[in-house]
């Protein structure tokens, strides 16, 4: 039998996992996701869906002493699961993502918020040359080097 391709797909609560389940509802018959995220809600809801969702620490630019705690949660997230890929959507813990998945070495997908119009996020500045593909919903943000427009979650 086949394995699947494993995904860790995280990212903030809000906008950015609205977003990420937008994305990933349709690749779940294709591969194996993992979801991560700070909000236990969602995990409570994974139990009718059988997902499988890892509550984290909820970090950003206000909260930067939490950085420490969500890096090593992501650290045991990835060393357990093993994925192949991760994608995020944003903002905080996917850029942690990222950059760890560097170093491990993971494929990396970053896809910038819908809500940046005119000028990347600052968390998809951050990852744009440490991520192995930047997506950006809006193609006037495309550089087609560096950024790359292939259209909108919503």
Not at 21 to 28: D, G, S, V
Request: hydrophobic share 40%; glycine share 4%.
């Amino acid at each position: 039998m086949h394995k699947k391709t494993k995904i860790l797909a995280i990212s903030s609560p809000g906008g950015h996992w609205i977003q990420l389940n937008k994305i990933c509802n349709r690749l779940e018959n294709q591969f194996d996701i993992v979801y991560a995220t700070p909000r236990a809600q969602y995990k409570s809801s994974a139990k009718k869906s059988k997902r499988r969702i890892y509550n984290i620490t909820d970090a950003s630019a206000d909260s930067k002493l939490n950085l420490i705690p969500v890096t090593f949660q992501i650290l045991l997230i990835l060393l357990r699961e093993r994925p192949n890929t991760i994608i995020s959507t944003g903002a905080a813990p996917g850029v942690m993502a990222i950059l760890l998945g560097k170093f491990l070495p993971i494929k990396t997908i970053w896809v910038d918020s819908i809500a940046n119009v005119k000028t990347l996020s600052r968390s998809g500045k951050m990852v744009k040359k440490h991520a192995n593909l930047v997506l950006t919903q809006w193609e006037s943000l495309s550089d087609n080097k560096t950024i790359h427009y292939r259209g909108s979650v919503l």
